[in-house]
């Protein structure tokens, strides 16, 4: 741990950037998490990832994880800010009741079986369909 203690020399430190070394595992597995994020956004049009997404389930587990720990408070202010910056939905029920139509949630439930091959109720409660 010669780096935390500011013991690896400038030189050392500029070798194993060259490599790719990465210095700090979470930070690099957040900012994958958010890429991830980003190339759904830019393929969906939304960032909402259902929690049990089956093309990238550990991705819908990592949405809903930030969502749980800026309820929670223990999100960094800068993760905020990036998020945001992708329009990134704090609060699904809140934005689908705010938003949503019933017009746009029915072309949700097409989208859905269209994907999926089916309308089963549960499943579509599961990514926040509201039914009012």
Not at 96 to 104: F, N, T, Y
């Amino acid at each position: 741990m010669s780096y935390k203690k500011n013991a690896l020399s400038s030189d050392r430190i500029q070798l194993l950037n060259s490599i790719g070394f990465i210095w700090d595992n979470r930070e690099h597995a957040w900012n994958t998490n958010f890429n991830q994020l980003c190339a759904f956004k830019a393929a969906n049009g939304h960032c909402n990832v259902p929690s049990n997404y089956e093309r990238n389930k550990s991705l819908g587990r990592w949405v809903s994880l930030q969502r749980l720990s800026y309820k929670r408070n223990s999100l960094t202010l800068r993760r905020i800010q990036q998020l945001n910056s992708i329009s990134f939905v704090w609060d699904l029920c809140d934005q689908s009741k705010a938003i949503c139509s019933w017009e746009e949630r029915f072309d949700e439930l097409c989208a859905f079986k269209a994907e999926n091959g089916h309308d089963h109720i549960q499943q579509l409660n599961s990514i926040g369909f509201i039914w009012d």
